[in-house]
């Protein structure tokens, strides 16, 4: 059995450790509801421009537009959204998993991070790290979105890559997390707007030019939004890990203020045994 004073000195450890991570939680939980304020605020911007854009393509028959098509040369890049630091549960390894995962081979891909964690773990698996962006993860800006959209729209049209993915955390509520894998390029049309083609899209002053305006838009949009839905997904994984951090310490405290006093007691009863036995030797 462990000693009274290293049962003590652990236990002071352990509760050194719940201050930090009751801390951790507080502010994650701080942080949470202003993420998931502007992540419900840019939710509906976010939705509506995926179903306009697919209303539209999809009532707009054979357009030969290259956003629309997949290039013949290049990689496929994929947009990874992670976080900076850790201490969040499953909410970096599950993106993670999500590329690793991909079908596409390694070799023939080509990584954009958002996030440090998932920037050092692709790294380290040997994935190709196009461009990292982790600086604007922790209070996303349109303007930052729009650069990234700008980024993966020029290596596009360049033939430097041929399909676009993104990979994120979809915000469903303070304890629900989805990782989510989508493609940005080509555009895809949704099946659920195939009954919509009977009612002709047409464009003014023609298709080339209003897809050159209306398609980096609606990157830029998803682009942000994912961002949005991830920063809340962060932290309200965070604030979970650390909830739950808080009372497995609470547990162990218990079990080890309960194994101290049983020590306690053991040395107390060994003491007064030790006296009694002196007095009975001396009488």
């Known amino acids: 059995m462990a000693s009274m004073r290293d049962i003590k000195r652990r236990k002071v450890s352990i509760?050194?450790?719940q201050q930090i991570t009751k801390a951790m939680k507080l502010t994650s939980t701080v942080k949470l509801q202003k993420a998931k304020t502007k992540a419900e605020q840019s939710k509906p911007y976010f939705d509506f421009m995926y179903e306009?854009?697919?209303?539209?393509?999809?009532?707009?028959g054979n357009i030969n537009h290259p956003y629309l098509k997949a290039k013949d040369t290049g990689k496929t890049a994929i947009v990874v959204i992670t976080s900076n630091r850790g201490l969040a549960g499953g909410y970096n390894n599950?993106?993670?998993k999500l590329v690793t995962e991909f079908e596409?081979?390694?070799?023939?891909?080509?990584?954009?991070?958002?996030?440090?964690?998932g920037r050092d773990a692709l790294e380290r698996r040997g994935y190709e790290i196009k461009e990292d962006?982790?600086?604007?993860?922790?209070?996303?800006?349109?303007?930052?979105?729009?650069?990234?959209?700008r980024d993966l729209l020029t290596a596009f049209e360049q033939g430097e890559i041929k399909e676009i993915y993104l990979a994120y955390t979809f915000f469903k509520n303070t304890v629900s997390h989805e990782p989510r894998r989508i493609k940005l390029l080509p555009v895809e049309i949704s099946q659920e707007e195939t009954d919509a083609k009977s009612i002709p899209m047409n464009y003014e002053p023609g298709e080339e030019e209003a897809l050159d305006m209306i398609i980096p838009k609606y990157i830029t949009s998803i682009v942000y939004g994912a961002l949005m839905q991830a920063v809340a997904s962060?932290?309200?994984?965070?604030?979970?890990?650390?909830?739950?951090a808080t009372s497995n310490a609470e547990e162990m405290?218990?079990?080890?203020?309960?194994?101290?006093?049983?020590a306690r007691q053991g040395s107390i009863t060994q003491e007064l045994t030790?006296?009694?036995?002196?007095?009975?030797?001396i009488s």
Do not use: H
């Not at 962060?234 to 979970?240: D, I, K, S």
């Not at 405290?253 to 049983?262: A, M």
């Not at 030790?274 to 030797?281: L, N, R, S, T, V």
């Open 52 to 60: 306009t854009v697919n209303s539209m393509l999809s009532r707009s």
């Open 104 to 117: 596409v081979p390694k070799e023939n891909m080509v990584v954009y991070t958002i996030g440090s964690k």
């Open 234 to 244: 962060e932290n309200g994984a965070r604030m979970q890990a650390m909830d739950s």
């Open 15 to 17: 509760q050194s450790t």
């Open 94 to 96: 599950n993106i993670i």
């Open 274 to 281: 030790e006296i009694i036995a002196g007095a009975e030797a």
């Open 133 to 149: 962006y982790s600086d604007i993860v922790e209070d996303p800006q349109y303007s930052e979105a729009n650069m990234i959209s």
């Open 253 to 262: 405290i218990d079990s080890l203020s309960l194994l101290y006093n049983r």
